[in-house]
Structures are given as C-alpha cells and as structure tokens.
C-alpha cells in the first residue's frame, strides 16, 4: 500500500540545514526499511502554473491553483503495509523536516 | 425479535461481527452479512426451535450471507476476495491472553486517524449492535447524519487500510486509553445528556457503556484503567436512582437520598477499588476517579464523607492531569477542606469561561462566601452554558433562593 505524504508549510524559506540534515537521517531510514518510493522538495507556490485544456483553447494561468496561507513544499511516496505503520514512520517524518504532514492512501 | 434472538442479539453481535470482519477484512460487509443472520434467526427460531449452539449457528448463517453477497454483487473485486476467503495467507497471530476478534473490531472502532464522532458511532454500531436510528436517538442528530457518519468511517479504514488487529504492546496503552475514552463519552452523553427539552438521562447510552466496558474488561482483564473505568461509571450508575427528583431538578450529591442508591453496582465497583488498590500498581486517571467515587460512595450521609481523602486522590490526579477541568473539582474538594475562600482562589483564574460547571462552582462558593450578586451573575451564566435540562433547573432553583434569602 502507498501512501502520499504531502509537508505542510507556512514559511517561504526552505528546510534549514539543521532540517535538511535529519531529513536525510530519516530517508536513508524509509530506504533501509524497504518503505521508500519517492520524495521531493518542491518550489515556491508563486512558482506553479495552472493549465486548463479542457476547453477549445487551452487557458495557462499564473500562480497556484488555490490561494493559501499553507501549502505544500514538498512530499513523500511512502510503502507501508497499513496505516499504522505510516503512521508511525510518518510521525518521524514531521519530526525531521519539522512541519506537519498529511498521509494519504493511494487509491487502490 | 423472540427473546432468545434478543438474547443471542445481545450476546454474540460482537463476536459475529468481529469474525467475519476478520475473515473478510470488510467492516461493511461483515455488518450487513451479521444484520442478514439475525434476521434469518427471527424467522427460523420460530420454527426451528432454537438451535444447541446460538453462536455457531448464527457465525455458520452469517458467513453464508456474506458469500452469497459477495457473488450477488458481482463486484470487479469479487473474484479476489473469492480468493481470499479461500486461501487466508494472513500471517497466523500470535494467539495471546488478548486475542479475540473482538478486541480487533474495538481498537479499530476508536483507531485515533478517524474522527471522535465516527469513533463513538462505529463502536455502538458494530460493537454495541445498536442500530442507526438508536445511535442517531441518542446523540441527537438526523439519521442520515449518523449514516453518513458511519459510512465515510467505514471507507476512511478500507481506503487508508487501517489495520484490523490489536495494536503492538508498545502502542497498547495509548490505544487502549483511545478506547475507554470513547466509552466514558459514551457514558457521560448518557448520563449527563445534553440538548434543549430532552431527557436528562438517556439511561439506553448509560447501560451500553456499561455493557461494553464490561466486555473490554472481559478481554483485558488485566488492565488497570480498564477495571478503573468500570468501577468509576458504576459508582455513577449507581446514584442514578437518586440523581434527578420528581419536579425534573437535579439533585446534588450531598441532598441525594442514599436509601436510593443501587446497592449491587455500589458493591461491585467497590470491589474493583479495592482489587485495584491491592494491585500496588500506580493508579491512572480513571481508576483515581473511581476512587474518588468510591469515598464519596462510601459514606453513609453526605456530612461524613471524608474529604481529606478525597482531596489527597485529587491531588493525585492532578500530577496526572493537569487540565483545568481536574483543577476545578479538586476546588469543591478544597473547599470543604480549606474553606471556601480558598477554594474560589484556586478557581478564579482557570481558563474555562465557556464551561457551566465552572460557572456552576463559582457560584456555589460565592453563595458560600456571602456574596450574593457575583453568585446569582455566575448561577445565570452555568444555566445559559447548561445543555442539561434538569440542571439547569436547578441552578435557576439554587439562584431564586438567593433572593428569597436576601428579603
């Protein structure tokens, strides 16, 4: 069972040193535990463009498709066996990166 | 429903349930398929007789109904759970003193990543066997409220696989407190009901909390704040007789008349107190309530109830639990101890201005102290934040006799 693991922020700043270091504790972690898939940091929200196809012409907008105080920076694709278990390994997670994160299923 | 369903309804809804949820790894399935059986029962009882074994009967029933629904519905799944039924390559477990599907279904009820609503719904449905508009009933909102509250719950543990199992001994307290608490809301909803115009007790919440405390009790009998939260709701219970008089007022502890107390519950949770206390493990939260209680249900009239006690067990539960609300009880201890001017120093400055028992106990000091407005102001703020309808009857008679006495 996957699940995505969106970080939640409310800073522009990206991790800080001190962050990056245990982020990186706590991926050698997942890949050690066979529950790595895929992480990423992502760029600022300012930095998103909204395509919309589904008419004619297609329409390209600037900026994030929804406007919020928090956003996501970055996520995780985590393996686990049941939420429990990305529970677990997820509450390590916020620890490291220092934000609170969302888990949620794939769909199946 | 005949009686011996009745029975067999009370009895073994759990256990049906908790099987074929287990069986089939399906919470939804596993309630319609048990529903199916009972149903069955009713018709074939009557006619039948009832069968040697209850239980087995309505296990073997149940799991034909699933079957038959699973190949009914003809889902795009249905091929793979065929399959699964057929070859269950889950892991054996390890089969310990706590090992019943039963428990399973429970901590998977209350898991912590559903919502404290859908957790309390989820337990009196697939637990308690109570159906949709009981539950709906008993917590005042529509039916298809309720309903959708179960549902969403249901496909929240199917979408984000919550596990069907008992959790790893290092998360068992933690998970087993997530539990009691569900059930002490239970009884407390129960107990102390709230909503305009309703019935003060609604004593079917009160009796389903019992019943299940007693089953995780059964399950886990080795467990402190389990026994602990046992003892603590009897000991309720048990002044439920006393607790509301005739004119539809509440009565406080000290006015109750004692005569009226059921004596059996009194007994029983006593005995859990003091099996408790032999146990010469530290006490938790719920057991040091019930010890509380249990001085309190102790004394033969209220003026020999011995507060000392009570105000040490207090001061226990204060080095567990240090929200304001512990705080403010402690305070009605202290106050028959220290004295009320004492006590109204202590409660002051707590930060629960939304909560009527605050108001309710200032109020009382105040009254104490002679000081009639600041008390008759508090009276009006706890019967406006009161959502009991006896209490805040009252309150308003606890505040009318002020004036009468001022005249």
Request: aromatic share 6%; hydrophobic share 45%; charged share 30%.
């Amino acid at each position: 069972m996957q699940y995505f693991v969106s970080v939640i922020d409310d800073r522009t700043s990206s991790g800080t040193p001190e962050e990056m270091v245990a982020i990186d504790a706590f991926n050698d972690r997942l890949r050690s535990g066979g529950h790595w898939v895929f992480a990423a940091g992502l760029a600022a929200p300012e930095s998103a463009t909204v395509i919309d196809a589904r008419g004619e012409e297609p329409i390209v907008t600037d900026g994030p498709f929804v406007e919020s105080k928090e956003h996501i920076a970055g996520f995780w694709i985590i393996d686990a066996p049941d939420l429990d278990v990305a529970l677990a390994l997820m509450t390590d997670g916020s620890k490291a990166c220092n934000r609170r994160v969302e888990v949620r299923p794939f769909l199946v | 429903m005949t009686e011996a369903v009745a029975r067999a309804y009370q009895e073994q809804w759990a256990r049906v349930v908790a099987t074929l949820a287990r069986r089939y790894r399906d919470l939804d399935l596993a309630e319609e398929a048990a529903a199916e059986a009972f149903a069955t029962a009713v018709e074939r009882w009557a006619v039948d007789g009832v069968p040697p074994n209850p239980g087995g009967w309505l296990t073997t029933t149940a799991h034909r109904k699933a079957i038959d629904r699973i190949r009914r519905e003809n889902r795009r799944d249905s091929l793979y759970r065929e399959a699964q039924v057929l070859s269950d390559d889950t892991p054996p477990e390890p089969l310990g003193a706590i090992d019943d599907d039963r428990l399973r279904l429970i901590y998977t009820c209350c898991h912590p990543a559903l919502a404290m609503e859908a957790r309390v719904a989820l337990t009196l449905r697939m637990v308690g066997g109570l159906t949709m508009p009981e539950i709906a009933r008993g917590f005042l909102v529509p039916e298809s409220t309720m309903g959708q509250r179960i549902t969403r719950a249901k496909a929240k543990i199917t979408a984000a696989r919550i596990p069907y199992r008992v959790p790893a001994a290092h998360d068992l307290p933690a998970r087993t407190s997530g539990v009691l608490a569900v059930l002490f809301l239970v009884f407390n909803e129960g107990y102390l009901a709230t909503g305009p115009d309703t019935d003060p007790i609604r004593p079917h919440l009160t009796a389903e909390a019992i019943r299940l405390t007693r089953l995780v009790r059964t399950l886990l009998p080795e467990d402190g704040e389990v026994a602990g939260l046992l003892a603590l709701i009897l000991l309720t219970e048990a002044r439920r007789p006393a607790r509301v008089a005739a004119d539809g007022t509440l009565v406080p502890l000290a006015s109750q008349d004692r005569d009226a107390w059921d004596r059996g519950l009194v007994d029983e949770g006593h005995r859990l107190v003091r099996e408790r206390l032999a146990s010469g493990v530290a006490p938790g939260r719920y057991q040091l309530l019930a010890a509380i209680n249990a001085v309190h249900t102790d004394a033969r009239d209220a003026r020999d109830t011995d507060w000392l006690q009570v105000l040490a067990l207090y001061d226990q539960l204060v080095r567990l639990d240090r929200s304001p609300v512990v705080a403010l009880n402690r305070a009605v201890a202290v106050a028959e101890v220290e004295g009320p001017e004492v006590a109204l120093a202590a409660v002051d400055d707590l930060p629960l201005d939304g909560y009527h028992a605050f108001h309710a106990t200032r109020a009382e000091l105040l009254r104490r102290l002679d000081r009639r407005d600041e008390a008759r102001a508090a009276y009006d703020r706890a019967i406006t934040l009161s959502g009991n309808t006896a209490e805040a009857a009252f309150l308003a008679r606890r505040r009318d006799e002020l004036d009468e006495r001022s005249r």
